[in-house]
């Protein structure tokens, strides 16, 4: 892919080579083959998989379907230049935004779900135990659980009832 992000630079100059389309052509046959894009369904079981490096980071969300994983969404995202320079310099990559592929979706099953909309309410008017407090988040209206590990602290989605 890297080849076709110069075609992008917005310098004015595109040049196809056939190093394009090679690559356009493997784009083509690996979207157009499977695995394909499936619809979402609610009670099928759902993965979540995430990659992050300096250049970029994305993800896709997968239902397995008859113990065969089918992807209903992708999301990539090609890292700023000042964005590359400040992952090179740290260890632990950022933090994968990956619910970006699915971030109106989640937010709308979340407010399906009564008891997480309890809990964002409870979250929101302080009247959830300081210790059950401090291990949620809530990030444009989407709610987050905390995660320690390894001395550091992530934040994943807490999946509605819809998703377990």
Known sequence: MAPLYSLTAGNGKFDW???????????????????VLSIFDPDRETELHTDASAIGYGGALIQKVESVPHVVA????????????????????KQVHATAITKNWLLAEQQRDSD?????????????????????????????????????????????????
């Open 74 to 93: 992708y999301y990539s995202r090609r890292t700023t230049s000042a964005e590359s320079k400040f992952l090179k310099k740290n260890v632990e990559p």
């Open 116 to 164: 997480i909309m309890k809990l964002i309410s409870d979250l929101t008017d302080g009247n959830l135990n300081e210790d059950v407090a401090k291990t949620y988040e809530l990030r444009s209206g989407t709610l987050y659980r905390k995660i320690q590990r390894n001395g550091k602290t992530r934040c994943l989605p807490v999946l509605p009832r819809s998703l377990r």
């Open 17 to 35: 080579q056939p190093e394009h389309e090679a690559i356009r052509r493997q784009l083509v046959s690996v979207l157009t083959n499977e695995p």
